[in-house]
């Protein structure tokens, strides 16, 4: 029961559509332009970089919460909370890749896998960055 309110908290953070909002905030649907999805990269392409910095934030940022909020809030004494949180992180690409409020069609998940790397492991993220 754990694991599956673990990818429900998940899958509601990653409905949190950075791109997109970014996108609608600027008066442009960015899944109308270049390839489509609601990706940092596609927000990149069709609206600049500092969009796609702020988009990548925004999609690491919502699976470090995501994952936190599991880890130390709610299952803080649980046996198997580093499992419970790399289903959280599961969770949150599932709802990036697949918000039903946009007819399922999302990003690719890879900021919010980036997310989910550093909530697990902070230095192995860093070791990759460098």
Same mark, same amino acid.
């Given at each position: 029961?754990?694991?599956?309110?673990?990818?429900?908290?998940?899958?509601?953070?990653?409905?949190?559509?950075?791109?997109?909002?970014?996108?609608?905030?600027?008066?442009?649907d960015?899944?109308?332009?270049?390839?489509?999805?609601?990706?940092?990269?596609n927000?990149?392409?069709?609206?600049?970089?500092?969009?796609?910095?702020?988009?990548?934030?925004?999609?690491?940022?919502?699976?470090?919460?995501?994952?936190? #909020?599991?880890?130390?809030?709610?299952?803080?004494?649980?046996?198997?909370?580093? #499992?419970?949180?790399?289903?959280?992180?599961?969770?949150?690409?599932?709802?990036?890749?697949?918000?039903?409020?946009?007819?399922?069609?999302?990003?690719?998940?890879?900021?919010?896998?980036?997310?989910?790397?550093?909530?697990?492991?902070? #230095?192995?993220? #860093?070791?990759?960055?460098i």
């Open positions: 029961m754990e694991r599956i309110i673990s990818v429900l908290i998940g899958y509601a953070f990653g409905l949190i559509q950075t791109g997109y909002i970014y996108g609608m905030m600027n008066h442009v960015i899944r109308k332009h270049g390839s489509g999805n609601a990706g940092t990269t927000a990149l392409r069709t609206l600049g970089w500092k969009a796609g910095i702020i988009t990548f934030i925004g999609d690491c940022l919502k699976c470090v919460i995501a994952v936190f #909020l599991v880890k130390f809030l709610i299952y803080a004494q649980h046996e198997q909370v580093q #499992l419970l949180a790399i289903y959280t992180g599961l969770g949150v690409v599932l709802g990036h890749n697949y918000p039903f409020y946009l007819k399922f069609k999302g990003g690719k998940g890879i900021a919010a896998t980036a997310g989910l790397i550093f909530a697990i492991h902070p #230095l192995m993220f #860093l070791s990759i960055a």
